[in-house]
């Protein structure tokens, strides 16, 4: 069973920086794609950035410069360096956990998910 736990939320002023975590289980994670998604108050979740098990990261408009997402395959975590936040970048992040990255549209095994609220 895919179990994914994220942490390293926070609040932080505009212009600071985070590291979220997600670490995954039940899953073979070196052959999985990763991503991050961002619920913002009163919207659907949307992809942020994403990860194939090899190969180039994707990312929103939104986050294109200023994020980065990363594996570590030992520790079984994905990453999201979020840099140069904004106060639009508020919402709860989750992460998912895919044999390939055509079927994200497809998971439904969402953690907890972890606060980021970033102020003006």
């Known amino acids: 069973q895919v179990r994914l736990v994220e942490s390293g939320g926070g609040l932080v002023q505009a212009g600071g920086s985070l590291r979220l975590s997600c670490r995954a289980s039940g899953i073979i994670f070196s052959a999985s794609a990763m991503a991050w998604y961002r619920q913002a108050p009163g919207e659907q979740r949307r992809l942020v950035a994403a990860?194939?098990?090899?190969?180039?990261?994707r990312y929103a408009g939104s986050a294109e410069g200023r994020f980065t997402i990363s594996r570590d395959n030992p520790k079984n975590t994905v990453y999201l360096q979020m840099n140069s936040l904004k106060p639009e970048d508020t919402g709860v992040y989750y992460c998912?956990?895919?044999?390939?990255?055509?079927?994200?549209?497809?998971?439904?095994?969402w953690g907890q998910g972890t606060q980021v609220t970033v102020s003006s």
């Open positions: 990860i194939p098990s090899a190969g180039r990261a």
């Open positions: 998912a956990a895919v044999p390939h990255l055509g079927l994200l549209e497809n998971f439904d095994s």
